[in-house]
């Protein structure tokens, strides 16, 4: 009886041992992010219905409903940054379009960046026909990026961004949507070839257009 006993205790910890095995891992969240580093930056983070504006420039928008709206103001922040990682989380309005410009010059319009960090809604009808190198996720007009990783317009999403050197990888949703290197990018949606994609410091600046992307927390962490 003992041996018997034995026998299925045995058995019932091999089954827990494999179900835990086959469990599918924890998906990323800002709130993992912030576990793994909690010594990350506070670009964005709303609390008791404000927002602390004071690593950036420019930055004019309303917090409602816990979210902001990223302004059409061109906000960048004040602290240049090599190589890191950004983490954020948004949703978009229908028809959605903004972006994230990475390694920005600290003045201009933006294009003076390593690159755009393309935010669209992909299911809108008016951006059916566009250029692959411009949906969510790419590296607006030279890297383009895996669709089908966003979920449900008005959903909030989870997004990972990390820079090192010329490489940019793009996590959505946990799933690798772009993973390039914009030194090797030998062909424009332009046509010319940016100087500035090699540019190694810069800051984060945010793009905002018509139709609103909303942010309800971001976080980097630099990585030199």
């Known amino acids: 009886m003992k041996t018997l006993f034995s026998t299925l205790a045995c058995l019932a910890l091999a089954s827990a041992s494999m179900s835990a095995a086959d469990a599918e891992p924890e998906a990323p969240s800002m709130t993992k992010f912030l576990q793994q580093h ?64 990475l390694r920005a010059a ?33 590296a ?16 909030w999403n989870y997004q990972e961004v990390t820079v090192r050197g010329h490489r940019i990888v793009v996590q959505l949703n946990g799933t690798t949507i772009l993973d390039g290197d914009l030194s090797k990018v030998e062909t424009s949606k332009g046509g010319k070839l940016p100087e500035s994609r090699l540019r190694t410091q810069g800051r984060i600046a945010l793009g905002g257009h018509a139709k609103g992307v909303y942010l309800r927390s971001m976080h980097l962490v630099p990585l030199n």
């Open 38 to 101: 909690p010594q990350a930056l506070a670009l964005i983070a709303i609390e008791d219905g404000k927002l602390d504006t004071s690593h950036w420039d420019h930055f004019e928008a309303k917090v409602k409903g816990g979210q902001v709206r990223v302004p059409n103001t061109l906000p960048r922040t004040k602290e240049e940054f090599g190589d890191f990682q950004l983490a954020f989380e948004f949703r978009l309005e229908p028809g959605a379009n903004s972006g994230i410009f």
């Open 106 to 138: 600290a003045e201009g319009k933006g294009q003076e960046s390593m690159c755009e960090l393309q935010i669209l809604d992909n299911t809108a009808q008016e951006y059916v026909k566009l250029d692959p190198r411009q949906y969510h996720g790419s």
């Open 140 to 155: 607006y007009g030279l890297i383009a990026a895996k669709q089908g990783a966003l979920k449900p317009v008005g959903e």
